[in-house]
DNA sequence: GTATATAGTTCGTCCGCTGAACTTACTAAA
DNA sequence: TTTAGTAAGTTCAGCGGACGAACTATATAC
């Protein structure tokens, strides 16, 4: 039986101190007084902590704003500098990094391609080796997210079919590889809560990812749900068909997904181009290619009209490379859903591409970094508060 | 934006009233230090607790209880009397009501038939006429759960195909006609939760209601996940093949239900004959009616494996009239699973019987009024007994 | 009986939030 | 320029709730 850990009056402290966070976060730089109404506490309470946490370095003063008669307030502010978090995507066919702060500015976004077979082990040499080339005291960061194109159980990579990687503890190789605390996690998962994150969205929250092949993510009131091995959401691995064992059956990536659809463009126009040369002939509105996005819009309609009566989502946000066909998935993608919705009420749930394109995943990643750090009030991780004004640290953008 | 309302002292206090009636309701009649321990307070914060809590007539003190040297304890216990619900699952066929209280006694269970085509207004004024009559002093009881087999949203029911209501507000109906707090839930949602709130079940949990139709209520971490509009898991409505509207599409239940094994084994057998009698044949070893249920148990463990990769449950519990033939579902369920599993971890998926049979989902139902009562850390919902509730108490002295 | 062990109570203490009173610093009108 | 008005931020006594040590109560083992 799971051991309780009841309330103390510190976790309710920690509990203001988060929503201090979290009120700065959204609505930026704001008086104590106007913080105190927002997140319901009283000023000399929201005076006390705020105290704490600009000794602390976690936040910062502003010069005074005055609105209006009476005195002025002192703009609060978080102190990017010191709520640094990398975020990583282990893509089948890429890395790529951002680095973040919870002020939500963005200190620098890069990638680079790799082969799809790389082991995962050097897949992790090589970001630890960017990491330490090109972060500037790496040990400021709160930590590393990590996402992963396969099942993520405890921070434990059970099965990525995509490069073929089975049981692997990534968390624990790159903590010893960079010394920092990692975060783990799928990648449709993290994409989907970098989206709530950063973004005001209603809950549940689905995110579809739309590549070579189909997965989703699901946050709930902002937890993402994982399922008790992590493969919740592995939607594209949706039986159909009567097929009596998995290897000959038919799944959901067979008819949604870029691969599917390419398939379909290639078989009608003979031509043997990728997702990306499709675009383009889209764009010059070829015929063939304009029909192939119009079979995939439809077969998108028809999984989020199925994913309403088993999620029941507020909002879709599709994301992955496909998002890049917005344009041409939008309208029959509606038409499609309208046709097969439920409820009446399903027919006008909400999609929209990601706001992120592709750096989704890996900006979910910082944002789970950055989550736990708030979860904690921003208790520090690492380094306990003794030196706290430290000299300030600047990332090439 | 959502009105914050910041922990307070009494936030612990409720919740650690809340932890001590769920470690008495799940531990029996023990002592106050081995409470304590239970809980992880100190004896000293128990004691007080306790105190207020036998003085409002939640508790009741029983002998003492002798185990080895040292002092007995005395025996705490849930005071049944005063912890009362109702539930109530309204069928399409039938109504079903059990009378509960938070120390798992079972005070009484009956149901009835009714007319599928029967009114919602109607059936609630029957309900109500039957609760007035067979249940003295109903002004004792805590509240009343109830379930509808359709699509429940904030009290509302949106949509129920079974019965053809829409839009009706029972929750407020009912409200008027007993006087007492009511809890609306889907039905299927309810078996869920009741599964989790009497017995030992990981999370999720994933509960399959297998009647006429199909639907799936899944509880994880002790919460109903209902989605945007209660609409989840009612995936008796998933649509497979490639109809242009929902009216031609194919669903779920046209494969997966009693409904669609009765009619396949009518064809095959010439026979016509329901559910029960198909059940009596299978006894007598029937090749039809075996065969029938070989199919079922086929179709419902492809079912099941998708499942895994949608929810990805930790546990999945068979609900409905179906689950009384789990004597012929559970082996060939079994291999579907295994030849299906996406993770070979799925081919492992705990799948049992529900623990309550028929009255499952009207345990469930009173199941929700429970929760909400020991969410409140047992404050009294209504009639604040004298003297506790405005004034300052007086603790210990 | 004596020793030991456990149950339950009492009371002083600590911690975090509150609310009222206060100081500070600005605007606007006289 | 003065003065009234208003809002920001601080201070401090007080309160509620958990804690822990010391205490009392009541059993078993010998």
């Given at each position: 039986m799971a051991r309780f850990t009841p309330l103390d009056q510190q976790s309710i402290k920690r509990q203001n101190r988060r929503r201090i966070l979290e009120a700065l976060r959204r609505s930026g730089p704001v008086s104590r007084a106007a913080l105190a109404r927002a997140v319901g506490l009283t000023k000399s309470t929201v005076s006390s902590l705020v105290q704490e946490m600009l000794e602390e370095g976690l936040l910062s003063e502003g010069g005074p704003h005055s609105a209006g008669p009476g005195r002025p307030g002192t703009r609060l502010e978080i102190c990017g500098e010191n709520t640094l978090a990398l975020g990583v995507e282990l893509g089948v066919e890429g890395t790529q990094i951002v680095l973040l702060d919870l002020s939500n500015r963005t200190h620098g976004a890069w990638g680079w391609a790799v082969s799809p077979e790389t082991p995962l082990s050097e897949r992790l040499c090589e970001l630890a080796a960017e990491v330490q080339h090109h972060i500037?005291?790496?040990?400021?960061?709160?930590g590393v997210g990590l996402t992963l194109p396969g099942v993520v159980n405890e921070q434990a990579?059970?099965?990525?079919?995509g490069p073929g990687w089975r049981n692997e503890r990534p968390a624990e190789m790159l903590e010893a590889l960079l010394g920092l605390p990692v975060v783990v996690e799928n990648d449709a998962n993290a994409a989907a809560f970098g989206e709530t994150f950063w973004e005001e969205h209603p809950s549940p929250l689905l995110y579809i990812v739309l590549t070579t092949g189909l997965g989703t993510g699901l946050v709930v009131d902002g937890q993402v749900y994982r399922g008790r091995f992590g493969a919740?959401?592995?939607?594209?691995?949706?039986l159909s068909g009567q097929a009596r064992s998995r290897k000959e059956a038919q799944d959901a990536e067979d008819t949604l997904s870029l691969r599917a659809m390419i398939k379909g463009y290639q078989a009608t126009s003979g031509r043997n181009e990728d997702f990306w040369r499709l675009l383009e002939q889209a764009r010059a509105e070829d015929p063939y290619a304009i029909a192939a996005l119009d079979r995939l819009a439809w077969e998108l309609g028809r999984f989020v009209a199925n994913l309403c009566v088993a999620f029941d989502p507020a909002v879709v946000v599709l994301g992955g490379p496909?998002?890049?066909?917005w344009p041409w998935l939008e309208s029959p993608l509606r038409r499609a859903l309208r046709d097969l919705?439920?409820?009446?009420?399903h027919a006008e749930l909400p999609v929209k591409p990601s706001a992120f394109g592709h750096l989704a995943s890996a900006m979910g990643a910082a944002a789970l970094v950055l989550q736990r750090f708030l979860a904690d009030g921003g208790a520090r991780l690492r380094s306990p508060p003794t030196s706290h004004r430290v000299p300030s640290l600047t990332v090439g953008a």
């Open positions: 500037p005291d790496p040990a400021r960061l709160l990579l059970l099965y990525a079919p919740a959401g592995e939607l594209g691995h949706w496909g998002a890049e066909a919705a439920f409820l009446p009420e």
